[in-house]
């Protein structure tokens, strides 16, 4: 399976972009993408943009937001991961929020549970890393071990993913609620300043709409 729920979609150029809410920004969070009133609650710029509890990446005072939704298993993740980290370092002011959203079958929600479990211990950002760097299909058994070779305390990691399970999935739901009031069907998917980005862009293209954003929020 790729990294798409719907294989149609395929990967999206700067032709897909869409303005959330036509770029308006409602007071106190942002535009729903949708009409429902639901939407209203799940997106909110606090909910989307600053919760406490989803790990941050890049520049954390940064002047333009990426949000990220992504699967571990999701080979367009994978191979995109470089390059975003790449075009976030380069710029050097944006900062990167990460969702994990486990989308393609029980390992993807093993291994997002397992990630977000090491947080507690401050290595939420290495396990991602070792996650996302493999070029084959997760199971839990190598799950394990690459976590394991990153200095997560295993044994800790254990507790956490029992005492900490109604925490993580709380986390989990917020995500996925998010991504399907968005409209997003597949991994990866982005939120870039006010821009909707549903699939994988270039390097090029990816600082372009940065620029975009940035061109935005002066508006």
């Known amino acids: 399976m790729t990294g798409f729920r719907n294989k149609g979609l395929g990967p999206t150029r700067r032709t897909a972009l869409t303005l959330i809410g036509a770029g308006a920004l409602v007071a106190g969070g942002i535009a729903s993408a949708r009409a429902a ?123 956490d993913l029992t005492e900490r399970a109604k925490d993580i999935d709380s986390v989990l739901k917020r995500n996925n609620d998010q991504a399907e009031a968005f409209g997003f069907r597949g991994t990866p998917s982005f939120i870039v300043g006010k821009y909707r980005v549903p699939g994988v862009l270039t390097m090029a293209e990816f600082e372009q709409v940065i620029a975009d954003a940035r061109k935005a929020k002066m508006n």
């Open 37 to 159: 009133v639901d939407d209203d609650e799940v997106l909110t710029e606090a909910k989307v943009l600053r919760d406490p509890d989803t790990p941050v990446a890049g520049n954390p005072n940064g002047d333009i937001t990426i949000v990220e939704w992504s699967d571990y298993n999701c080979p367009y993740c994978r191979k995109l991961e470089p390059e975003l980290r790449q075009v976030i370092q380069d710029d050097g002011k944006v900062r990167l929020v990460l969702k994990d959203w486990p989308i393609l079958g029980p390992v993807s929600i093993t291994a997002a549970r397992i990630a977000l479990a090491a947080k507690f211990q401050d290595k939420y950002h290495q396990a991602h890393d070792a996650m996302m760097g493999v070029s084959s299909r997760l199971t839990e058994p190598r799950i394990n071990e690459l976590l394991a070779g990153v200095g997560v305390d295993m044994d800790r990691l254990k507790r």
